[in-house]
Structures are given as structure tokens and as C-alpha cells.
């Protein structure tokens, strides 16, 4: 069956490629106004395309851009169910002068195809759609339910879609969500990412006056609240990197020995850490590689401070506030309520009297995503990666956070396969977005792949 | 002498306060380009008003605003020569919808005048131009001689005038300068300010990347720029507010017994600090009262810091930079030079490696300026003082700098002696700024006895 539905890709690659660049070329740019028609456009053209192959397609329409809806559902109640998700919006092309072909007139140059939204993430989601279509085409069949949740508003942070997830969670139903909107590590490397880091943020104000202050009539008698703030802050870790809030990483999940020898192959080290960053040498927790530092520890970061005076030359002022903004990066387990309330804690007990301390969360705040490495779906995943790319992946705890996976997670109570499909050059959200139409092809075959591995777990 | 002078003043104060609001109502606003005739006219306001009274007066160009100068030499060449300075540019009057009297329409209500630079400073170097006219035209002479210097760009800085000290230095040449550009403590109380705190001044980068990143991917292995700085900015000080940079309080003047009793009498403290600032609570190196705090110990004061994003709501950047603006208020005898190389070793020491930091001073810094209490002009100046508001002067040692002083003292090498005539209520620099009718007077009277009193040295 794989055998045929490959043919069958390989076959019609010329025709969905020319369907990509179709998609490509709507200006579906979620975070502008004047591109509303052009969202709406990309939705109806997907929900289209999904009919054509044998879905029934569908178009959500929620508060802000639509959600595109369809189902291929099995006959066998028996067979699984995947549930694919992509976004069909894109990022603005600005700054337009910088780019070597008109963005949204997808041109393809050598093995690339140039164009906003080729790979983040028209192009990965619709390999997907070509995996079924070729497979359906190819078979008559898809070897399991699949569904596609396709949505319009990722760039400008998903306000709609938790709210979504939740009323339509009996449509959404399935034993597994898989997600490609991210990179290889190269065209011959695949990963899989089985983990994303939480979030907790919040913000502190420090007075010490009513109004900023000459530094000459009263430096010395009146604290300074920069001087406050830095003493504060520089309370929160010890000169070896280590977070000294009491019980900040009681909760933490300590590796596995497995684990932290599969990290130990993920090619992210302190070499690739300094030529990305352009830092002089890397810093962290002793006792942690790099890649574990990564994904498995939690971070405590300044992201702003702020205070007096901050324009050219010297003014002598005494500043009445300073201000900081704190973000800590948090691991399985952790709770981000308690942590904030660890914080918060610890820095009360750090105040001098003669200043006010004032903190407020941001709102929200991420728990830490992780998925089962053992889990079947995730063994699927793995080895259809295997097959199509030629060796096997690498399993990768991400930094970042991804907060639809938390969402499909609480709600849908399913594995997450985070699998990407492009490569770390791509450009995303840069001038001169491309995607290799080998990833593409590829893509189609891991998801073909896929599919079939799911059903002989 | 003195008498007829003063019962002269007394005869004339209707005439000299109608002359000071003629002068008042010149818009010399030095920062304002649109008001630079206004500027030159009370430059020749005041040359035509101290030549009609019988000194030798003058306009001295500058590459800004001009200086006036003005002269009456006693025939007897062992007299005294008193150097009296002020400045007749005056600071801009916006927001003028603040001001319940127009600004430049000088105004009497109750017992003040009402007006931008009534009391700053016009209404209190008028007073000495005034003392000088009532003993001239009272006696026929002065006790002694007696120069003018009032410059026409105070309120930017003045740019021009420690050149023009420099190379004026003949002209200048004194047995001790005065200026009146302060306050009583109040009516019945005056004061002399007998030093000055100087000034050092830097700004310093810590940068940890080539770029801002992103801080779920970068982390926890790459170094917090405003991390790194808090960290370094809280080792400057310890806990109970010393300053814990090796060496820096090396030179600094140890405070003699009868002058810390002599500072326990002037009503500086806890109390007063709190009421001005609206602190929570007074803080400071222990073993000083808030007075010796003040005026006789340096200070670590942090101006401005800043890194990364400091707009609404979360950002999740881990920032390539942070900044820090420091100025050290500094006391007699600290070099500025010495103390900014000890800062900057200190600094270079506590360094991590995996950043780097650079630091720029501000050009110049201050040497604190000190008086001799036991000078004869200076015991002169109190006891005019005395005679004049009816109780002994207190001694305050300044925690503000008056570059002029330490150009006066460098230059002319002769005692400067710090005689306000204002109230601290007067709204310096601010709407409503006005000067009491009172305080006028009493300026003239004192300015009267302070040149008698000096020649009974």
C-alpha cells in the first residue's frame, strides 16, 4: 500500500508543487488588516483542495480568521485517528527590498521554492494534504481516520484556537496530534521533538521616593532603586548559575539515563551555541550539557530592566522607580502558579524596609509540554522519519514553547509528534523564505510513511 | 557707615524692588535661541544699571551669551577686593498655564514678587548691585573694592565662563568671591555652605551576545547581560550601604569633632528627608548622621540602567546589552580620575569571561570643593549674616556640586563664600517661582555688612 501511494506521489509531484505555489501566492498575512480577504481567500482554496481528494472540508469561522475543518473518517471504527494541524497565515514579507523574488509570486530557484509561507507553514501542512491525496488516489483508502485542523491566526499567537479546541473537542477527537511546523537538523537528520519548555513571567516595580530625586541633595540618605533592584536580582542565582529561590526546582523531572545519553547525540554544544549567538563562551548550570541545559533545566531571565535616566550623557539623578520584566523557562512538573509564588516569596523576604516592592504575573503562564517517547504513536513516528530520511532521529527537548501543543494536550489528552519538514536555513519569517522542494517531496513520503506505521503499532 | 547705608537702602527700597522687576521682566532664557536678545538685553540692563551707580562696567562677548562685568576700585589699595558672582539668564518658564502671575510680568502678591528668575537669580546678585548703590551714594565710597561677575549661562552649564575665568584671571583677581544663589534655612536662620561634593561620572556595556535571542532556545547557556550587570552593580555595595570598592574611600576628608557638632545643629535629618522625598525610610552608611551623610561622604549613585525590552506586557528575549549610567558624588580630597580607575579595575576584576564590558567616563568629573571656616572672610561673612537675621549662620556642608566654585577656587585660589538669600520655598525652576520682599531686603542688608565686616577683619 505505501509502495503504491509513494508511486503515486513521486508520479504528481510536478502538479503539487504547482498546487503549492497556488497556495503560496495568496498574501495571507494574519496580522494585517488589508490582507483579511486574502486569509479568507487561503481558507476556502484549502477547504477546496480538501474536497477535491475525498475529504469533507469545512471553514470555522471564529471571532477572528477562520479555522479550516475536514475529515477523511475510516470505516473501521477500529483504526485510529491522526489529527493533522498546520496555519495557513503567514508572516508579513516587509521589508519587501530585500528579497531576490517577489514574495508572495513563489518562484522556484535551483532546488528551492522562494516565497512567505513555503515552509512556515503552507508547505508543511500541505504535504500532509498530498500524503492523503496520494494514498487515497494510490488506494481508495487512507489506512486510518485522519482530520486536519488548519488554522489562521498562529503568527499572531492563536487567540482563538484554545477556545476552539475546547468546544469542538468531540469533533477534534483522535489518538494522536502530529504537527510539522519546524526543521530537520539536516536533509538527512530528522528529529523529533518530545518536550517544550513552560513558561512564568511577571513583572516588578521598586519605589523608594515619590518623584526621581537630585543625587546631590539626597544620595546617601535615600536608597537608590536601580542599587535595590540589582542586589535583588542578583539574589536570585549564585555565581554558578544556579537559581537560589528556595524550592524553585523541587518539581523539576530529572532525566533518565537513557534519556541524557540520547541528548548526548543532538548536535547542539557550546560550538554551535557560540557561532549562533555570536556570545564569547557559554554559561549555565554546572553539571548539565548544553542540550540538557536546553530542554530539561529551568531558566530564571531578566528580558528588561529599566530605570532613571536612559538617554545621551550624564544626569545626576536619584531615580524614584526601577523596573524589571523576568521570564523563567520551566520543565515538566513545575507548577507555573507555585513558581511565581516562589518568587514572589523570595523576593518579599529580600526587601529592605525602606523601599515598595510591587509585582504583578503576566497572564497565563505555560505548564512544560512532554510527550511519551514510548508511547506507539511516537514509536510510529519515529520510524517512518527512519525510512524516509535514512537514519534514525534524534529526540530533542526544545527550549521554546509552543502553546497550541499544551492545548491539544489538556484538552484531546493525545501524544503530540512534533516532526518538522524544513531546515534550519529556511528563513522563516525572514526575507527570502524558501522551502526545498526535496523537503517537500520528503515530507509527503514521511507522512505517508506515517500513516502506515500508525496502523501496525 | 554701615547705618547711613542701611537707613539709605531703607529710604529706597520702593525704587530698587520697581528697578528689580524691570530687570525680572527681561525673558533672558539662556537654553532658548528665541530669547537670545532678551538674553543680551539684560546683559546691557544690568552694565547700564551698575555704571549709572557709579562703577566701571562692561559687556565681555563669549561664543554664547555674554558676560557682564563691573568694577569699583577703592583708592586705598590694601583694601579687600570682594569678586561678586551671579547670573542673570534665568531657566524657561513652561509650562506657563502653571502660573497663576505671568511669568515675565513680574508681581507683587503679598509679600513677594512673583516671576521667573526673582529669585534665581536676579533678585539676590540685584541685592549686592543694591548694597553697592546705597553705600556709594550713602557715604561716597565702598569700604572696599568691589568686582562683579554675572554670566548669562548658568542655566546651560556654563560653557564659557571657566574659560573666560581663565583667561580673565588679572581682572578677577580677589580676596574672596561670594555668590548668593541659595536659600536661608529660613527667615531667621541663614546659612553658609562651606563645601561642596564633587563629581564622578561613567557609563558602562556588558554584552554577552552578537545579537538579542531568543530565550527559550538561547536560555540558560548563554549569559543575561542584565543579569551579569545586576550582579556587578550589587557587589559595589554591601548590605549595610558601604562602599565595597577596594580603595575608595582612601582619601576621603575625616570630619573634625566640632564640625560634626557643628552639623548635629542644622535641621537636616531623618525627618526632613522623608517629608521632602516622600521616602519610606532614610538609608545610608552607618556611623553618619544624615547631614554628614550629605555633605561629607561619597556616594555610588546608579543614574539610569537599561537592557532589553521595556515596552507593555511580556517579551521573551534574552538581550544582548544592558547599560548603567554612575555618577560618584565625591568629598574633599578624592581625585575624580583616582576614583573612576579604581571603579574600573574593581569592575574589570568581578568579570565573568563570557562577556564583555566597556566603560566610558563622562569628560571632566569634580574635585568636591572645602572652605575654610577659619578663614577671615569666611568669619566675616557669618557674622553679617548673624547681624543681619538675627541668629548665627549654620555651617551646612552641600551635597550638590557648583561647578564655579571649584573654578573660582582653582583659578583665583581664594575662599568662596556660599551666601543665599532665598527661602527653600521660593519654586526654583518650576511655575511660580517668586522671592520675598523681605528676603530682598535683607540681602541688601547683609551685602551692606558683609563689606563692612570685611574690612574689620
Not at 542540550?291 to 532613571?308: K, Q, S, V
Amino acid at each position: 500500500m505505501v509502495t503504491e501511494s509513494l508511486a503515486y506521489a513521486t508520479a504528481h509531484k510536478s502538479t503539487y508543487l504547482e498546487q503549492l505555489i497556488d497556495l503560496c501566492a495568496i498574501p495571507s498575512v494574519s496580522t494585517q488588516p488589508d490582507h483579511k480577504q486574502d486569509v479568507a481567500a487561503a481558507a476556502r482554496w484549502l477547504e477546496k483542495d480538501l474536497g477535491r481528494i475525498g475529504f469533507k472540508a469545512q471553514v470555522i469561522e471564529t471571532a477572528g480568521h477562520p479555522v479550516v475543518y475536514a475529515e477523511w473518517l475510516h470505516p473501521d471504527k477500529n483504526k485510529p485517528t491522526v489529527l493533522i494541524y498546520g496555519h495557513y497565515d503567514v508572516q508579513p514579507a516587509e521589508p519587501f527590498e530585500l528579497w531576490r523574488t517577489p514574495p508572495f509570486t513563489p518562484t522556484v530557484v535551483g532546488g528551492d521554492l522562494y516565497g512567505r509561507g513555503t515552509c512556515d507553514n503552507k508547505g508543511q501542512h500541505f504535504a500532509h494534504i498530498k500524503a492523503c491525496e496520494s494514498t487515497l488516489a494510490a488506494t481508495g483508502s487512507l489506512p486510518c481516520s485522519v482530520k486536519f485542523i488548519i488554522e489562521g491566526e498562529e503568527e499572531i499567537g492563536g487567540p482563538n484556537l484554545p477556545g476552539l479546541i475546547q468546544s469542538h473537542r468531540e469533533l477534534l477527537a483522535c489518538d494522536v496530534v502530529i504537527i510539522s511546523d519546524g526543521a530537520l537538523l539536516d536533509m538527512h537528520t530528522p528529529s523529533i521533538e518530545y518536550g517544550l519548555r513552560g513558561l512564568m513571567g511577571l513583572e516588578l516595580t521598586i519605589r523608594t521616593a515619590a518623584q526621581d530625586l537630585h543625587s546631590g541633595i539626597f544620595g546617601g540618605n535615600i536608597a537608590n532603586p536601580i542599587m535595590v533592584l540589582a542586589r535583588l536580582l542578583a539574589e536570585m542565582k549564585n555565581d554558578r548559575g544556579v537559581i537560589t529561590i528556595p524550592h524553585f526546582y523541587d518539581d523539576v523531572r530529572i532525566l533518565e539515563l537513557d534519556e541524557r545519553m540520547a541528548l548526548s547525540r543532538v548536535p547542539i554544544n557550546e560550538t554551535t551555541m557560540m557561532s549562533q549567538t555570536g556570545a564569547p563562551g557559554v554559561t549555565g548550570e554546572p553539571g548539565f550539557t548544553v542540550a540538557e541545559r536546553l530542554g530539561a533545566r529551568p531558566t530564571f531571565e531578566i528580558n528588561g530592566m529599566w530605570g532613571g535616566y536612559t538617554g545621551v550623557g550624564a544626569k545626576t539623578v536619584l531615580p524614584a522607580e526601577a523596573h524589571a520584566k523576568i521570564t523563567c523557562r520551566l520543565v515538566p512538573y513545575m507548577d507555573p502558579r507555585k513558581i511565581y509564588d516562589l518568587v514572589v516569596a523570595h523576593m518579599k523576604t529580600l526587601m529592605p524596609a525602606n523601599c515598595e516592592l510591587s509585582i504583578s504575573p503576566y497572564h497565563g503562564g505555560a505548564r512544560a509540554a512532554l510527550i511519551d517517547r514510548k508511547a506507539p504513536q511516537f514509536r510510529a513516528a519515529a520510524r517512518a522519519a527512519a525510512k524516509t530520511y535514512g537514519s534514525e532521529p534524534l529526540y530533542i527537548l526544545e527550549g521554546g514553547s509552543i502553546p497550541v501543543v499544551n492545548d491539544f494536550q489538556d484538552v484531546l489528552e493525545k501524544p503530540v509528534i512534533l516532526l518538522g519538514f524544513g531546515l534550519p536555513t529556511d528563513n522563516l519569517h525572514a526575507p527570502n523564505e524558501h522551502f526545498a522542494i526535496a523537503c517537500f517531496e520528503k515530507g509527503i513520503e514521511a507522512s505517508i510513511r506515517f500513516l502506515d506505521e500508525l496502523t501496525t503499532v
